[in-house]
């Protein structure tokens, strides 16, 4: 047996040789080497905001980015969002669309949801070959809400939203929607620089918050409620600008399955229409 131990002990002696000896050698660091001469080049541009007669665009708000289909004025068109053409560094670009179609009368409370429709580069909705208009489903809808603030100051804003009383446009009619309620509830925001931000989270330094859900009620005497849907934070008093939250453009994606409208029954017959008035101010909300 102590034989055997000791063949065993030389066996390892003798591995553990071999791999002393494969091991490679330590290459020795090159020593840096002084420059004979140096020089610098300055690189300098000036950012400015845009000016008031200069249009933002309207984007895809699921990617931030340009899509190919757009219009005369260079909107991307996507089923659900309205582009607006405004002008200036501070402005909304974009808004969702509230179409629900035809609806038959019902005894009780209806809450009816949301459809869409494919627009063309005019803004007149595209019909199918029986003159229907042509409803789009699933992930291509994209209703949105969007923002750009190019000013650079880092100032903050606030996005409101109202809904007026909904009438009948028959003529002649006096007749409107009873406390009618217009719900929607945020899927995500998105900034410029294609990061993706939850909307049930808290919102990080940069980042806008956004409300949700959100409901837009008018009550029997046409009275409305504003309610602040997206709010920008302005950046701590002696830091740097870029610390203020909302800078660049962002968007505001709505779940399009969350848009509904509560319609209660006693209304006439007839197309019936209302607004949503969206208001960007600057400055956070109070």
């Known amino acids: 047996m102590k034989t055997m131990k000791f063949k065993s002990m030389a066996n390892v002696a003798a591995i553990l040789g071999t791999v002393l000896i494969s091991t490679p050698a330590m290459t020795a660091m090159a020593a840096p080497t002084t420059p004979a001469s140096t020089a610098s080049s300055d690189v300098t541009l000036e950012l400015t905001a845009p000016g008031s007669d ?14 190919t289909d757009k219009d005369d004025n260079g909107n991307t068109l996507v089923p659900g969002t309205k582009p607006t053409d405004n002008a200036g560094p ?11 179609g035809k609806i038959a ?7 009816v949801k949301a459809i869409f ?43 409101t939203a109202s809904l007026s009383a909904i009438t009948n446009q028959t003529s002649g009619s006096t007749d409107k929607l009873t406390s009618p309620q217009l719900s929607f509830a945020a899927s995500k925001t998105i900034g410029t620089n294609g990061v993706q931000k939850e909307a049930s989270t808290s919102a990080s330094v940069a980042a806008p918050t956004l409300t949700t859900p959100i409901v837009l009620n008018v009550d029997d005497e046409s009275n ?6 997206f709010n920008a934070a302005a950046h701590d008093e002696g830091k740097d600008p870029s610390t203020g939250a909302g800078l660049g453009q962002w968007f505001a994606n709505f779940d399009p399955d969350s848009i509904t409208l509560a319609v209660y029954p006693g209304a006439t017959a007839g197309q019936y229409k209302g607004t949503v008035t969206w208001n960007l101010s600057s400055g956070p909300a109070a």
Do not use: C
Request: glycine residues 12%.
């Open 224 to 229: 409305t409620q504003t309610k602040t849907v």
């Open 90 to 100: 501070l402005t909304i670009n974009g808004v969702p669309r509230f179409e629900f």
């Open 117 to 159: 429709h494919e627009y063309d580069k005019n803004g007149n909705m595209i019909l199918n070959e029986d003159k229907t208009p042509k409803k789009v489903e699933g992930a291509a809808r994209k209703p949105s809400l969007q923002v750009s603030d190019l000013r650079g100051t880092g100032a903050g804003w606030n996005v």
């Open 54 to 67: 200069d249009k933002q665009t309207s984007k895809d708000p699921t990617t931030g980015e340009e899509g």
């Open 105 to 111: 009368f019902s005894g009780s409370k209806q809450t």
